[in-house]
């Protein structure tokens, strides 16, 4: 496995590759969610790139951007284990230069839900997607379901800039007992962990209600709400897959969306119906 922390040089390493090209953008810390999305990359293509990079701009003032978890040895290990190509750490002045073009978000799907919590933040993720993209030039790119609003807006971004790449969506994994895989899982204390399950319990009854029938968006969320009484939950919404508020769940074009805290951390899951 090579690693790359420039940025000229991953270009002509990128230019030497010939055939498919598959990319895992990451910010570290992986874990098994991000060894599926490789796992998944490593099939379907010839070359496989994974990057490394905690990009301060998605972060707001005030978030963890310094206590994020940063696990390079580790991180490396994992890669080469899992057959990883080209592993790219760059430093941050290798990514963003001065007074640069600056993307943004799309003025609904980027400012609602997670948006409007964390004004900016997909503004930082289109920006930073974008120079990877450009540097990389993928076949196709890998991310997950578990951040599903951010999906939406690259695959936006993806069709709005025709850009000539596939993004492949891969389903969220989680722990034995439900909690979705995060890198922000490791702030959970013991007791917070245990508060912080009520979250897929909660998906997993609307789950269920949905398959016994249950259409109603409103009693739906009536139900999750019951289940999460022990954490702070900031939303619960039952969107289409544009991410439009639907008040009757449409089999095969719905999300119910969570996000909660849970003590100081903040977490999301969701269930695709
Ligand atoms: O999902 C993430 O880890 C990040 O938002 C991403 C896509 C690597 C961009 O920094």
Redesign the pocket.
Known sequence: MKIIRDAKSLKSERAAMEGSVGFV???GALHQGHLSLIRKAREENDHLIV?I?V?PT?FLPGEDLDKYPRREEADRKICELAGVDTLFMPEIGELYHDDEVKLKAPSYLGYILEGHRRPGHFD??VQ??MK?FGLVQPTRAY??KK?AQ?LRI?QKMQEDFFLPLTIVPVDTVREEDGLALSSRNVYLSPDERRRALSISRALKRASKMVMAGERSAKRIKETMMETMDEIDVEYVEIVDRNFRPLEEIKLQKSIVLVAAKVGETRLIDNLWL
């Open positions: 953008p990451t910010m990057s990079f990009n998605q930082g993720v930073v997607v990877l991310f997950g951040d951010q690259l």
